[in-house]
Each structure stands twice: as structure tokens, then as C-alpha cells.
């Protein structure tokens, strides 16, 4: 018979080779059974990625704090929680924008039969449009917050970098610094609007951080960069009101097909906004009455100058990864460290296991807000949930809120000609007349639309193209008919709401092949 102290020791070795057998079988649950981290999950970024992700792990049990912090921008501007998005991208943006549909819609009324006792003093007032989008911003902010605390989501305002893969530092605004733990990182801080290095840029100029919220009129003013953003200002901004001219360095609308991008310009210099092509600043400098002098050059080395109230720079955005201190966690950039973007996997999996990426962060990906809110929440399923599904980057619409919309999903001409050869594609087109343009005689010059189609069989669409008004609303219908693998032979037996400018989609039966006119006789035939 055993004593006591043998048995303990038999009982003790049994559960020493259980262990064993259980670590051999499976090894990740005694390690995470060993892990003392204190989240499951840190989030580095408060914007709409970060936050969906977060939002989206809580649902599943996980333990989850959010950092985010907001760096001013040399104009000293800055904002609450949320992103860009809401704070200084899309919201406002579209606010704006539709400050300047209102406008030309008062001037539309009239032949409609609104009368106005002195049509010349209806004026717009910038203070009272700042305003009121700042107050809507910080309802938003409050919503965000209060939402975070309600789904006991961690609000960390300090800002991040990794000490190692597992462990984040959180500097506050007091400059004390506190370790998080964490089992996973999601890196979700988006990026930040560029400057030119050319003298007074960042001294004077602004950028699309600081517009939204300008406390004073911005008056004449020179957009650097024709990319959406610097488009999209410089007409609301027209339609405000105000003298807009776009300085263009190469190409409009880089990335978008470019017959359609040059139809956006050209329909915005119809409506009065002034375009310098092939034109890069040398420098800003400030005049003693306030006003900035630019100093330009075009690409044949023609120089010029001329003054204006503002400088709006939208050159592009740079990811906000340079202080994250991503060396400390084995992260590397894209192109071997040569990019300021992370490049991931399927999974958004970073070359360290336990980081991963979403947003305007990630490398060729759509810096898009639905596109980071849809990856994030994936990510979230993904590893706390059991689920498989990955983010499909393809086939994602987009809207550029110009004065004359261009909204768009799938491939461009121009791309679908490279990927499957220009003698396999067929391209429909169309220009139209929109029912609400005909009483106050507004321009349909520019009211074009397209599909491009595969050749052969039932013409599977690859991507189509709309320009004019509602054109976000338009093409966002049309997306999951697309992603859904829609074919001309179903646009085409599609029965169109009449009348619309959606329905001119349902229409399309010229192609560019033919060399037929694609404009219309009328608009009910």
C-alpha cells in the first residue's frame, strides 16, 4: 500500500503528463491559458476603423481599450474623437458641399416660381456655416464617446507606440506614460494631410485639417493638388461664393478613369473655377496687408505669381506610423521600410502575428471610411467570434462630391482595357438630360454615364461611371448589382423608375465601338 506522500507524487505526475499531452494537442490553449495580459485587445487609432473594430470585439467578450490622440495641425487645429471622418473628412465635407447645392438651388427656385424681394442680397455667411458644422461635429464626438462607455469600450486619450508587439504606451496629455498589455494590436491611426517643402507652405498655407473650421472667410483662394479632396473644395467653395483656382502638378482625379475626371473639370470650369495644369508653387509668403503671395512654375519653366486670401494644400495625406515606434515591435513598412504604409495579408495581419491593420493606414488599399469600418468589424469577428470571412477590397464605390458628382464602382476604362485587353471590352455610353435642369435651364453638357462590359457572353460589367447630380446615391444601388456580377444583358432588362438619372443606367444601349451619337433626342424614348 502506498503512503500518502507517494500517492501526491503519482497524482501530481499524471497531471504533469496530462498537461503535456494537452499542450502537444493543443498548443495555443495552454499558452493563452498562461497569458496575464490586461486587454485582449488595443486599439491605436479613434477613428471609424479603430472604433467599429473595437465596438465589434466587445460584442464577443473581449477585454478593449481605444488610444487616441489628436497632434494639432500647424495651424493649431484640432479635434474630439472620431477620426477624420467625421472631424475633418467626409461630415464636414459634405456639409460644405451641400451649403453649395443649397445656393444653386435658391438661384433654381426662381424659375420654378419662388420669388425673393431682392434676389441680390441672398448671401452666404461662412461664420454661421463654420458654426454650425463644429456644433454637429461635437454632437458627434459626445455620441462617440458616450457610445464607447456604454459598450464598455476603453477611451484612452493619450497617445500611442509600442513598447514591444504585446505591450503599448499610452502618453497623456500630462506626459505621464501608461503600459497597456494586450493579446492583439490593431493599428488604426489613418494619416494626415501633406505639405510641399517649399518655403512658407507650412507656415501659411492650410490644409483640408484646418478649412472646416476656419474662423475667417477664406476669400480668394488657391487649391494646390486636383486628387478628390482638392476638387471637392474647391467647389463648394466656388459655390460659396468665393474665387476658387486649382493648381494641378500632372493629372486630375489620379486613380479614376480619366475620361471621367476630365469631364469633372471641365464641368467645374464651366461653373466659373479656374485651373493652372502642369504647375507646381515655389513658395508662399505673407504680404504686410495679410494676403499671400505664391510663386509658381509650370512644367515648360514659365514662372508666375499671384496673391491670394488662402493656400489650400491637397497633395495627398501621409499614414501616421512614423512615432509609433513600430521597429520596438518587429513592424515593418511597405517596400522594406520605404513606406509610411503597413502592407497586410487577407487577414490584415502585419509580419507580426499579433498586429494587424486596417484604414487609410494600409498599403494600395481604398482610403475609404466603409472600407475600414467593414475591414475593422471583419478583423473583430475574425479573432474573437471564430468567423472567415476577409475584407474584398474590389468593386467598392465612391463618390467625388464635385459641383457635378462623380460617383463610380468597379474598374475604369482605362484599367479594364489593361487587365483583359482592350479587344475584349465594350464600353456603353450615354450623355443625358436630368428633368430638374430643363425649368431653369441649368447645363447637361456634362451629364455623361458608362458601362464598362466584358465582350463576350451576357457582358459581365466591370465597372460603371456616373456624372451628375445625386451621384453617390446613384451608384451606391447600382454597387451590389455589380458585386452581385451584373451583366449587360441584365441592366438592359432592367425597368428604369422614371423620371430619374438613375433610370439612364437601364437605358444604355449606344456603344463607343459603334460611333454612334450617344446623346438623346428625348426624354421618354
Not at 500517492?7 to 503528463?17: A, D, M, P, R, V
Not at 471637392?232 to 489620379?254: H, N, P, Q
Not at 479656374?274 to 496687408?289: A, I, L, W
Request: net charge negative; charged share 20%; with cysteine.
Amino acid at each position: 500500500m502506498s503512503s500518502p506522500a507517494v500517492t501526491t507524487l503519482n497524482q501530481l505526475g499524471i497531471f504533469h503528463h496530462l498537461l503535456l499531452l494537452l499542450s502537444n494537442v493543443c498548443p495555443l490553449a495552454m499558452s493563452d491559458s498562461e497569458e496575464n495580459y490586461d486587454y485582449d485587445l488595443v486599439v491605436i487609432g479613434g477613428g471609424s476603423g479603430g472604433l467599429a473594430c473595437a465596438k465589434e470585439a466587445i460584442q464577443f467578450g473581449a477585454k478593449v481599450a481605444v488610444l487616441d490622440f489628436v497632434v494639432p495641425s500647424p495651424r493649431g487645429t484640432k479635434w474630439g474623437l472620431g477620426g477624420t471622418c467625421v472631424n475633418v473628412g467626409c461630415i464636414p465635407k459634405k456639409l460644405m458641399h451641400q451649403a453649395s447645392l443649397l445656393g444653386e438651388a435658391i438661384h433654381d427656385s426662381q424659375p420654378y416660381g419662388w420669388k425673393f424681394a431682392e434676389p441680390a442680397s441672398v448671401k452666404h455667411d461662412w461664420a454661421t456655416l463654420t458654426e454650425s458644422v463644429q456644433n454637429h461635429i461635437k454632437s458627434v464626438n459626445w455620441v462617440t464617446r458616450v457610445d464607447l462607455r456604454d459598450k464598455k469600450v476603453e477611451y484612452v486619450n493619450g497617445f500611442g507606440y509600442f513598447k514591444d508587439a504585446h505591450n503599448v504606451v499610452a502618453v497623456m496629455k500630462n506626459k505621464t506614460e501608461r503600459v497597456l498589455s494586450t493579446k492583439y494590436v490593431v493599428i488604426a491611426v489613418g494619416g494626415r494631410p501633406r505639405y510641399p517643402n517649399i518655403p512658407g507652405a507650412e507656415e501659411y498655407g492650410i490644409t483640408s485639417d484646418d478649412i472646416f473650421s476656419l474662423p475667417q472667410e477664406p476669400g480668394k483662394t488657391l487649391v494646390v493638388g486636383a486628387g478628390y479632396i482638392g476638387l471637392e473644395c474647391a467647389g463648394f467653395l466656388k459655390g460659396l461664393g468665393y474665387d476658387a483656382t486649382v493648381m494641378v502638378r500632372s493629372i486630375l482625379l489620379r486613380g479614376f478613369d480619366q475620361q471621367m475626371a476630365t469631364m469633372v473639370g471641365d464641368a467645374m470650369v464651366e461653373k466659373g473655377i479656374k485651373f493652372m495644369h502642369k504647375t507646381q508653387p515655389t513658395s508662399v509668403e505673407k504680404q504686410e496687408d495679410g494676403r499671400l503671395l505664391v510663386k509658381y512654375a509650370s512644367d515648360e519653366g514659365v514662372e508666375g505669381s499671384d496673391v491670394y486670401d488662402t493656400v489650400l494644400f491637397a497633395i495627398g495625406r501621409t499614414a501616421c506610423t512614423k512615432d509609433l515606434k513600430l521597429d520596438q515591435a518587429g513592424i515593418v513598412t511597405a517596400e522594406g521600410n520605404k513606406s509610411d504604409k503597413l502592407d497586410v495579408t487577407v487577414q490584415e495581419q502585419t509580419n507580426v502575428d499579433n498586429v494587424f491593420a486596417v484604414g487609410d493606414v494600409l498599403y494600395k488599399k481604398p482610403e475609404l471610411t466603409p472600407v475600414a469600418i467593414h475591414a475593422g468589424r471583419l478583423l473583430a469577428r475574425r479573432l474573437f467570434n471564430n468567423q472567415s470571412d476577409v475584407m474584398d477590397y474590389t468593386d467598392v464605390a465612391t463618390t467625388v462630391f464635385s459641383p457635378l458628382e462623380y460617383g463610380c464602382v468597379g474598374l475604369s476604362e482605362e484599367d479594364a482595357e489593361a487587365k483583359y485587353g482592350k479587344e475584349n471590352v465594350e464600353v456603353y455610353h450615354a450623355y443625358y438630360k436630368p428633368t430638374e435642369f430643363f425649368v431653369p435651364q441649368r447645363s447637361v453638357r456634362y451629364c455623361y454615364l458608362k458601362a464598362v462590359a466584358l465582350l463576350e457572353g451576357d457582358q459581365k460589367v466591370l465597372g460603371l461611371h456616373f456624372l451628375g447630380p445625386a451621384a453617390g446615391e446613384v451608384i451606391q444601388g447600382f454597387a451590389a448589382a455589380v458585386k452581385s456580377g451584373l451583366t449587360m444583358k441584365i441592366l438592359k432588362n432592367t425597368v428604369g423608375i422614371h423620371p430619374t438619372v438613375a433610370e439612364e443606367f437601364t437605358r444604355l444601349l449606344i456603344t463607343k465601338s459603334s460611333g454612334l451619337d450617344p446623346t438623346p433626342a428625348t426624354c421618354c424614348s
